[in-house]
């Protein structure tokens, strides 16, 4: 079985403050993981993802994740937050891309950026 | 760029009647994907489609669920006599590496 974990339903961070939310996994095999970002009303847009190489792993709108299996984890980060960045956070994992590749998601992070 | 679309944006239907949700994926992806969210919950695994057959089903997936790909260019999930539980925003999705995904369809059972 395949799982995530995002410890956090709420992370508030202050504009152009750096922004982290955490996601840990579990999964048989090497993981496929991924970062999806849902605004309200909206579908979930593929912000990026970890499949080899690079554990540092650069995305869309200046996001970047750091896989680390040790910890067996894949914390979402950004530098300098933006109001407009205040959004659902989904991590997801999946065993690879053979047979139905299923993703498991988290439960979500909230993400409040305020002025 | 290419997007997922699905119609109609939101569905209200009466318990125990048919619904048909359409999907049309991004147009050289191969395998297609229906997950569903609850109000307030986390997005969860239907079902995936492959090669004109299904390659992997939840247990949520029972047999008033089924899905089709009539003609190529879309992807269906019919609910065969839905269920109070039913009530769901439904994502379609498809990939050729990673899923992408449609903006969802609604559904109310009332």
């Known amino acids: 079985a395949q799982s995530v974990a995002q410890p956090e339903d709420q992370v508030n961070v202050a504009e152009g403050n750096p922004l982290t939310v955490k996601c840990t996994y579990s999964?048989?095999?090497?993981?496929?993981l991924f970062w999806y970002v849902q605004y309200p009303n909206r579908g979930l847009q593929f912000l990026l993802k970890?499949?080899?190489?690079?554990?540092l792993v650069k995305g869309s709108y200046g996001f970047e994740a750091e896989f680390n299996k040790s910890q067996t984890s894949f914390h979402l980060k950004k530098p300098s937050a933006l109001v407009s960045d205040s959004a659902l956070y989904f991590c997801?994992?999946?065993?690879?891309?053979?047979?139905?590749?299923?993703?498991?998601f988290g439960t979500g992070t909230q993400l409040k950026v305020e002025l | 760029e290419p997007e997922v679309t699905q119609t109609p944006s939101h569905q209200v239907t009466q318990m125990g009647q048919e619904v048909i949700l359409r999907c049309v994926p991004i147009?050289?992806?191969?395998?297609f994907y229906w997950y569903r969210q609850i109000l307030g919950q986390k997005v969860e695994f239907l079902v995936s489609?492959?090669?004109?057959?299904?390659?992997?089903k939840s247990e949520i997936f029972d047999d008033q669920f089924s899905v089709e790909r009539p003609d190529g260019s879309n992807f269906t999930l019919k609910i065969r006599s839905t269920k109070l539980e039913d009530s769901a925003m439904y994502f379609c999705?498809?990939?050729?590496?990673?899923?992408?995904f449609g903006p969802g369809t609604r559904l109310l059972v009332l």
């Open positions: 999705a498809s990939r050729l590496e990673t899923q992408y």
């Open positions: 999964v048989s095999g090497n993981p496929y």
């Open positions: 970890y499949i080899t190489g690079d554990n």
């Open positions: 997801a994992v999946s065993r690879g891309t053979g047979g139905g590749n299923k993703l498991t």
């Open positions: 147009s050289n992806h191969l395998y």
């Open positions: 489609f492959y090669n004109n057959e299904i390659s992997e």
